[in-house]
């Protein structure tokens, strides 16, 4: 953001704090349809049934999808814990949210999300994070489109859906709550 508003020759400090919030929420609202568009696209991937073997092949790709969608969405709603006045409402939701995939107390979406999103470092053994090479890197593993495994790591899809749904529930309310506030304190 500020690299932006330097290029057009406004500096982030010349600016109300009242200005900077409506900036990370004009950043935030597009960003939030886009996210959630998406993620019902690549769970919809994921509903349609399989016709032939080829399109079988392709449920990893369609989870891996879907997967990635998860986090980004995830990582956009976390822009409103940048809104000052709803900061705790925002992070208490990503909490919520992060609970639904909570594995031995390690988040298991980042997990997963980590190893598809670096998988050739996981591959050379560097991976960072809670995964292991040995352990949730097996090529010889089987997919459906209701579950998504690696090693001690899974998501069910429809579990996994129902959190994102209650994740843009809880969004918009905080939305809503920082919208209310900055109606009121023009």
Known sequence: MILVLENEGVRLNEISDHEKQAIVWDYYKPRH???????VLSWRALDEPASDVTELMEDE????????RLWLYRVTVKTLTQLNNVNAEAREILARFDRNFE???QNGLKA????IEHFDDYAAG???GPA???GELDPWRAVSRDRFERGKYSIERALAYDAAIRLRSDAKSVS???IAWYKASK
Do not use: S
Not at 112 to 115: A, F, P, S, V
């Open 176 to 178: 809503d709550a920082f």
């Open 61 to 68: 790709y369609h989870w891996e999808n879907f997967i990635i």
């Open 112 to 115: 997963i999300r980590d190893m």
């Open 126 to 128: 560097k991976g960072r």
């Open 132 to 134: 292991t090479r040995d």
């Open 33 to 39: 349809t886009h996210a959630w568009n998406m993620l």
């Open 103 to 105: 594995i031995d107390g």
